[in-house]
């Protein structure tokens, strides 16, 4: 199956400041590369999405990059503000139409007041 | 639309007993799967289900542990004479055909004393 790899596995940063996240996969046939975040004590949530056939998408202050050669992709986050404070986890998945996904380790980003 | 429901929230069994997670898809959906979540660490894939069919099971211990999705009624993870090892959060998701977005439930949080 896939191995997804993600870093750092905690991130620090100033109210205001951006936070990259980055994660790297390795079956090159993974087309689908979801990012989720996760408050303490609850679900995991969908945050942004992109799939194999795009390098950008953006969502007001979330965006996420694709890099298919280098079979990396990132989380960046802009003007962060506290509520950002949560685990974030990138995933890849290897079918096409399913949704097995397989996790990265996780980022927890704590955003300073 | 109520959402993945999973029940219980809490279960705390004694070593050897069997514990029996429940999982709702939403509605509209049929496929189901189940990620196993180890305190301060990230999500990992156990199962992956369609009605009356497991489609992808490489994440699931060999021995204890089962898992069904039956034509009526929700999918049970079933572990059978637990150990402490086995204490975690277990989530469900569930995603509709053709879609590759998954929406997660509240997870049941397992404590094996």
């Known amino acids: 199956g896939e191995n997804v790899e993600q870093h750092p596995s905690t991130l620090s940063v100033q109210e205001g400041d951006s936070a990259v996240i980055k994660c790297t996969y390795s079956d090159s046939a993974s087309n689908y590369f979801p990012w989720y975040k996760q408050e303490l004590g609850k679900r995991p949530q969908l945050i942004i999405d992109i799939r194999s056939n795009v390098g950008e998408k953006k969502d007001q202050r979330i965006a996420v990059t694709l890099n298919k050669t280098a079979k990396h992709f990132s989380l960046h986050i802009t003007e962060t503000q506290p509520e950002d404070s949560a685990v974030y986890f990138c995933?890849?998945?290897?079918?096409?139409?399913?949704?097995?996904?397989?996790f990265g380790t996780g980022t927890r980003l704590t955003v300073i007041p | 639309n109520a959402g993945v429901m999973q029940n219980p929230r809490h279960l705390v069994r004694r070593r050897g007993q069997e514990a029996r997670l429940r999982c709702s898809p939403m509605?509209?959906?049929?496929?189901v799967y189940w990620y196993r979540q180890l305190p301060e660490e990230g999500l990992k894939f156990m199962v992956y289900?369609?009605?009356?069919?497991?489609?992808?099971e490489s994440g699931m211990p060999k021995e204890r542990f089962s898992a069904e999705f039956p034509k009526e009624g929700p999918s049970i993870l079933r572990i059978q004479q637990v150990v402490r090892g086995d204490s975690a959060a277990y989530f469900c998701a569930s995603s509709r055909t053709g879609s590759t977005e998954a929406f997660f439930g509240q997870g049941t949080r397992l404590t094996v004393v």
């Open positions: 995933a890849g998945s290897d079918q096409t139409g399913a949704n097995n996904l397989f």
């Open positions: 289900l369609q009605k009356e069919n497991i489609i992808d």
């Open positions: 509605k509209g959906h049929s496929h």
